[in-house]
């Protein structure tokens, strides 16, 4: 006789792109403590922000000169796998397989993938275009922010289904938001926060077509209000 599991297990694609993060943040560190790589490894970190971390510049570089080397736009991806410390990217891991799991038990595995790179992408152009010079922009925050907007669509949804206020839906994103300025006046603020509201907008905004339904779900929705 099958037994259904009482908590549903993680999905295999959030499982697998939250192992990619943590294993690459194992090495940057055991290099950093001298434990592999030698004298060498312990600037692993800085040759790896170098390296596959983003910038304005790079998106300049790709508008002004129509540079689309693999080198180049990799960095657009790649920079969400590079932290800048252990605590970044493990809170960021959490936050991956908390939102990777209740995105991931809605979604198909293709459309957790395509908020979750969407969103790394949209994110690094948006900071690119509104931010200047060679701000470095690292971590996954973007993509996980694209799960929020993901999550936050279904829950709209949701309370549309029964006639609950909506603007609830926005109530954690509203509470992040909130959280960054109070950060941003103690410790000062950090423009990284413009793509990782990018990354929940193009989260949220992708939904409405990669989400169960698609567009015809919204529709109904929008015509319900009506």
């Avoid at 194992?26 to 490894?41: D, I, R, T």
């Amino acid at each position: 006789m099958d037994h259904e599991p009482i908590v549903n297990p993680i999905p295999p694609v959030v499982i697998v792109l939250c192992l990619i993060v943590v294993g690459v943040e194992l090495v940057l560190s055991m290099g950093a403590a001298g434990f592999v790589g030698g004298p060498l490894a312990v600037g692993w970190r800085l040759m790896a922000m170098q390296d596959y971390g983003f910038s304005p510049a790079v998106l300049d570089r790709v508008l002004s000169v129509g540079d689309f080397s693999f080198d180049v736009i990799k960095r657009f991806v790649t920079y969400g796998f590079v932290h800048g410390s252990f605590t970044q990217s493990l809170f960021a891991a959490a936050l991956l397989l908390a939102l990777g799991k209740f995105v991931g038990d809605v979604f198909r595995t293709g459309a957790v993938l395509l908020v979750f790179v969407g969103s790394l992408i949209f994110g690094a152009i948006v900071f690119g275009l509104f931010v200047g010079g060679t701000t470095p922009l690292l971590g996954i925050y973007p993509a996980v922010y694209g799960l929020i907007g993901a999550y936050t669509y279904v829950i709209w949804l949701r309370l549309g289904q029964t006639g609950q206020n909506q603007l609830q839906a926005f109530r954690l994103i509203g509470f992040l938001l909130a959280l960054q300025l109070v950060f941003g006046l103690i410790f000062g603020s950090s423009p990284v926060w413009i793509a990782e509201l990018a990354g929940f907008t193009f989260g949220f905004g992708i939904s409405t077509v990669a989400a169960p339904g698609g567009w015809t779900a919204l529709l109904v929705k929008l015509r319900e209000r009506s």
